[in-house]
């Protein structure tokens, strides 16, 4: 019976003995400081730069020059140029339609009898006027047969003047049967062929000059504090004018151009504070080394190149915080609220023109609930760049 008490009761006691053993022997913990709170913040160092400022904007290409094709005579076309489809190209001098001449060239004939007809009745008239005249130095005829005289010499000289009028008018109707291109140019759209009856006035084809095209370039009023572009129009013609870059996907590949600020319309929308700018390209449709052409129609993006400024800090957008402020950190990595000058936004770039000094240390992170002289853990901007 004490055998049966016995073994429990060591059994006890021996496994007291080895959780003893076990926590005597065990490794001891070591006691850590917690881990800093502070708030790590991407940073940038301030310099600042001569930066040429531009503004972005996007329109359509246009011609500069449009006109629709219109005969100035009626007859059935007889003749008209290859060129005179839609997409078609001509140059200047090139003869675009001709019209049936011949009733014109009977018109032209039949003026040019008529002034032969009276130019011979003029001759008759003055002889007769000379006669007049010398009877009356003899006292042998009377006053109402010289007046007479001189009123037929007169009204053949108009009938003249009348006949030479209408040949030089027969003249342009029958050069006018001739349609030729007054400019280098392209066609839009042609309503005519060969059989056709044309009446004068009546449009038959859309063309556009080739030798310019031009783009309308809508721009917010603020933008013009960037650019050269008077309103009141570019008075001194030997002054250099704006550079507006175009660029365009075109045929799966990205492309640009270099156009000209010609002008502005000097008119500012009142609902959208907006202001038209036109952008010139000379020979849009010349394809010199790998340049596509300007389409008329096609939809660019356009970068108009306005003034040199300097000591412009620009920064990551990401670093304006609330209330339009940006937070300096100093030497003791203590966070201060500045005040600065932006002087504009634009994608992802902030440019500030006061209000920063060089070297400064500008946080790129927001901070929420941030107080001013609160301590951060800066990264330099190295580590920026690598995150």
Request: proline letters at 6%.
């Amino acid at each position: 019976m004490l055998k049966k008490f016995l073994l429990p009761i060591g059994l006890v006691v021996a496994g007291i003995g080895l959780s003893v053993t076990i926590i005597a022997t065990g490794p001891t913990l070591n006691h850590l400081p917690p881990p800093p709170n502070e708030p790590v913040l991407r940073t940038w160092e301030a310099q600042p730069e001569t930066v040429r400022m531009s503004s972005f904007t996007h329109g359509s290409v246009m011609p500069r020059t449009e006109s629709e094709l219109i005969p100035e005579v009626s007859g059935r076309v007889i003749n008209m140029s290859g060129s005179l489809i839609s997409g078609g190209f001509f140059a200047k001098g090139d003869m675009l339609l001709e019209i049936d001449p011949l009733d014109y060239e009977v018109a032209l004939e039949q003026a040019r009898a008529a002034v032969a007809s009276a130019e011979s009745e003029f001759a008759n008239a003055r002889k007769a006027h000379e006669r007049q005249l010398d009877l009356a130095s003899k006292q042998s005829t009377s006053e109402s047969q010289r007046d007479d005289a001189l009123n037929r010499m007169q009204f053949a000289q108009a009938a003249v003047r009348e006949a030479r009028a209408r040949v030089s008018k027969a003249e342009r109707d029958l050069e006018r049967t001739r349609l030729v291109a007054s400019f280098d140019g392209r066609v839009r759209s042609e309503q005519v062929d060969i059989g056709q009856f044309v009446s004068r006035g009546t449009p038959v084809a859309s063309l556009y000059s080739t030798d310019f095209a031009e783009v309308r370039l809508p721009l917010n009023d603020e933008e013009l504090a960037f650019l050269e572009l008077p309103l009141g129009g570019f008075s001194d013609p030997d002054a250099a004018l704006p550079t507006a870059i175009l660029r365009a996907r075109f045929g799966g590949r990205d492309h640009k151009w270099e156009s000209t600020i010609v002008r502005t319309e000097g008119e500012l929308d009142p609902q959208t504070r907006m202001i038209n700018v036109i952008a010139q390209v000379e020979a849009p449709y010349d394809t010199e080394g790998d340049r596509p052409p300007l389409a008329i129609g096609l939809f660019v993006e356009a970068e108009i190149i306005g003034r040199t400024l300097d000591n412009i800090f620009v920064l990551p957008r990401s670093a304006l915080q609330a209330n339009k402020q940006i937070y300096i950190i100093d030497e003791d990595n203590k966070l201060r609220f500045r005040d600065v000058d932006i002087l504009r936004t634009v994608g992802e770039e902030l440019y500030i023109a006061g209000g920063l000094a060089p070297g400064e240390t500008v946080s790129l992170s927001t901070v929420s609930n941030a107080i001013e002289g609160m301590t951060v853990r800066p990264l330099e901007n190295t580590d920026v760049a690598t995150q």
